[in-house]
């Protein structure tokens, strides 16, 4: 199924703005929320762009959303885009890349959670590669980091058990019984990696 947004719909708007249920959206991220539907929905999406500042005003709010190589993947039959070729590939090698880096970076966290089973630590994996999982090509989705929610008792156990793995701490001075998290990284692959002794930040007057 394509879907299709008219640029013609667009033609009656001022000041290229749209107004959908009391939010306003420029009509680069109007366009970009269609085509991430398209892409929820494992289908093409004809972008309709007429002036080459549009297409990269799209790509780039979908560079910053971390979903750059679903939009591409999802526009890339668009006559419009074949149009602006040039813009298109530059973002299209950026969304390459950044693939093959969550690649590295999604096998070196399964290997992780493979050594920590081997020592009786069960973490619960949440955001991250849990939500990759739902979605029609989970490789396209991109994660900045993988969070790890524990028991609080066990924090010196994982402590000890991330750098033995060879995971650097990312603030070498906190004071493990104290931290509600503790960030780990990893410079050979850029794994980044979240602790959390708790779900909601005890840090946070929300909660």
Do not use: W
Not at 26 to 55: I, T, W, Y
């Amino acid at each position: 199924m394509m879907l299709r947004y008219s640029c013609r719909k667009m033609s009656h708007l001022k000041s290229n703005e749209m107004v959908r249920e009391n939010v306003t959206l420029s009509r680069a991220e109007e366009l970009f929320l269609h085509a991430l539907q398209g892409s929820m929905l494992n289908e093409k999406f004809e972008l309709c762009v007429d002036h080459p500042g549009l297409l990269h005003e799209i790509l780039h709010v979908a560079s910053i959303q971390n979903v750059l190589p679903m939009i591409c993947e999802a526009v890339y039959t668009s006559e419009s885009v074949k149009a602006y070729d040039k813009i298109f590939k530059a973002f299209k090698n950026q969304a390459i890349t950044e693939v093959a880096s969550q690649t590295i970076r999604t096998a070196h966290f399964l290997e992780l959670l493979h050594f920590l089973s081997e020592k009786d630590l069960y973490p619960l994996v949440v955001k991250g590669l849990s939500v990759r999982i739902l979605y029609p090509r989970e490789n396209l989705r991109i994660s900045v980091d993988e969070d790890l929610f524990i028991p609080h008792e066990e924090i010196q156990d994982y402590h000890k058990a991330m750098t033995e793995y060879g995971l650097e701490c990312v603030e070498k001075d906190t004071d493990l019984s104290v931290a509600s998290e503790m960030a780990y990284c990893s410079k050979e692959t850029g794994l980044y990696i979240e602790v959390h002794k708790s779900l909601l930040s005890p840090d946070s007057a929300a909660y």
